[in-house]
């Protein structure tokens, strides 16, 4: 908010210097103000209109707002523009998963790879679509290709834990929970997800440390609570069992 308004007296003092409405348009962004981030990428293109990422980013707040068609034309036009330039056809992909077009996301994520192989992001949104369609091989391996690229992802292991777990590779699954967690201590779904392949695999006393977490941040959480109940139960702690029965 401060840089905001810094912007906007240095835009009342001087309003040609294009890199100011840059700067409150990415200050307008972080706030989910998009509106008015789009007014300053206008402005700014009107000023240095042969500037690629002042139409990325106009189209990025278009795709926020939920007008998806605005954001497909501005997409066109910076992709007939800068045909090299892989994020706009990575974003293109994000727009047709945002209308659950996913033949057409698929199509415009593998154009962002032919273009940049060693772009993590699209090996990750690629994952993720092959998640959904249950390819869980393919899943795998464009996780991993993500990894390989950004291997400190937390949310890439566990969505690659997910898939291993359909391909009954639970060594596997656990490492990347282990691996995640090492990462983003505090990620809610990575000691949830680790607390259910724990108990799956009898760790009983390690399932009921995660399910603890869990339900620091939950009480009220009812799966949490029946499956640490079922853990007490198991190893002998009676009254636990029946505070979370």
Known sequence: ??????????????????????????????????????????????????NRNFWYNRAACYMELKSYD???????????????????????????????????????IDKSLQIDSFNANAWRVRAGLALHKEQWKAADMYFSKALHLKPKDAGSLINRALARLRLNNLRGAMSDYDEALEHDPNNFLGHYNRGL?????????????????????????????????????????????IRDY
Not at 70 to 95: M, N
């Open 197 to 241: 392949l724990r108990q799956q695999v009898g760790d009983d006393n390690r399932a009921i440390e995660d399910f603890d977490y869990v339900l620091t941040f939950e009480p009220d959480n009812v799966m949490a609570l029946l499956n640490r109940a079922t853990l007490l139960d198991r190893t002998g702690d009676l009254r636990g069992a």
């Open 1 to 50: 908010n401060g840089a905001e308004a810094d912007a906007s007296k240095a835009i009342e003092l001087n309003p040609y210097i294009t890199g100011l409405y840059d700067l409150r348009g990415i200050s307008r962004i972080r706030q989910e103000r998009y509106e008015g981030a789009i007014e300053d990428y206008s402005k700014a293109i009107t000023l240095e209109p042969d």
């Open 70 to 108: 605005k954001a497909l034309l501005q997409l066109d036009t910076v992709i007939s523009r800068w045909e090299k330039y892989a994020p706009s056809y990575l974003l293109k992909a994000e727009v047709y998963l945002k209308t659950k077009d996913t033949l057409a996301a698929e199509r415009w």
